[in-house]
């Protein structure tokens, strides 16, 4: 089965830059669906006119005229989940809460054709846990698909695999990812731990750079240098972390 149509359920901080690049650079027909008028008005403002818009992106030359056009063309917005039925992939970005997760799956799972695939964008919550209420044939049909925020300039994608998901949905899935302009970056699923590849690592240097200032050895602006000029990183960790969205 070809990918041709994506649904994205829920267009807020990550939905529209989600739907951004699978149109924008995919070419991918995408559906946003969001719980009222004003948020999808939001989501689609952020497409076109924010910070990291594909109007300013095609005025500061960094995608193309036509580029911009095929973005607002293909990504279309709707209140009603029925517009996802026909979607051959869905990608779930409502808020981090698992139970919440877990019943916007249960309803698409009876909407939907038997062939779907599902993804989550979780930022760490446990992938299998998430499936627990679709159907055994939809579990080898489900995976995670994490996004990082303001989608449109982190290119990452990590593709998280459960035991059982089908192979060949994990290779469609990083074509999509890849055709999309992401780096994918592979990871397995794993019970009891949150946050995959870089949520978990960055979580881990967070504790350390906090246990540091917390043992008063050094102050928060120092470790921000540290790690800022030693290893070229844009931001670390106390200071202001850039483009990041207002979960992170
Ligand atoms: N914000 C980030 O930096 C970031 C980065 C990576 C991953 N994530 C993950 O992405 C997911 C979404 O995060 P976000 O920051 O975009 O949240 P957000 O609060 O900005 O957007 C979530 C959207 O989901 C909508 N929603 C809620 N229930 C819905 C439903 N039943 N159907 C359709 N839409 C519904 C809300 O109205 C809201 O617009 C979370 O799992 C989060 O952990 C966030």
Redesign the pocket.
């Known amino acids: 089965m070809a990918i041709n149509h994506v649904g994205i359920?829920?267009?807020?901080?990550?939905?529209?830059?989600i739907a951004q690049v699978l149109a924008g650079f995919g070419g991918y027909r995408v559906t946003v669906?969001?719980?009222?008028r004003e948020?999808l008005d939001?989501?689609r403002e952020t497409v076109v006119e924010s910070k990291w818009g594909v109007k300013r992106a095609a005025e500061k030359g960094k995608i193309g005229f036509d580029q911009a056009m095929r973005t607002l063309e293909l990504v279309s917005y709707t209140l009603e989940?029925g517009d996802l039925a026909q979607c051959d992939l869905i990608i779930?970005?409502?808020?981090?809460?698992l139970e919440?997760?877990q019943?916007?799956f249960a309803?698409l799972d009876d909407l939907t054709g038997a062939e779907t695939i599902f993804a989550?964008?979780?930022?760490?919550?446990v992938v299998a846990e998430i499936a627990e209420r679709v159907s055994e044939a939809r579990k080898s049909r489900f995976l995670g698909m994490?996004?990082?925020?303001?989608?449109p300039v982190m290119r990452m994608c990590e593709v998280i695999t459960t035991p059982v998901v089908d192979s060949q949905v994990v290779d469609q899935v990083v074509e999509v990812a890849e055709k999309a302009g992401r780096a994918v970056c592979m990871v397995k699923d794993q019970p009891g731990t949150y946050g995959f590849i870089?949520?978990r690592v960055f979580a881990a240097a967070y504790r350390e750079a906090k246990q540091i200032v917390d043992d008063g050895l050094a102050t928060e602006e120092d470790v921000d240098k540290a790690m800022i000029t030693g290893r070229n990183w844009p931001a670390a960790f106390f200071g202001n972390r850039g483009g990041?969205?207002?979960?992170?």
């Open positions: 359920l829920g267009g807020g901080v990550m939905g529209g830059g669906r969001d719980l009222t948020i939001i989501t989940v779930e970005a409502v808020p981090e809460q919440l997760k019943t916007v309803e989550t964008n979780t930022s760490g919550l994490h996004f990082s925020n303001p989608v870089l949520n990041i969205g207002k979960q992170w």
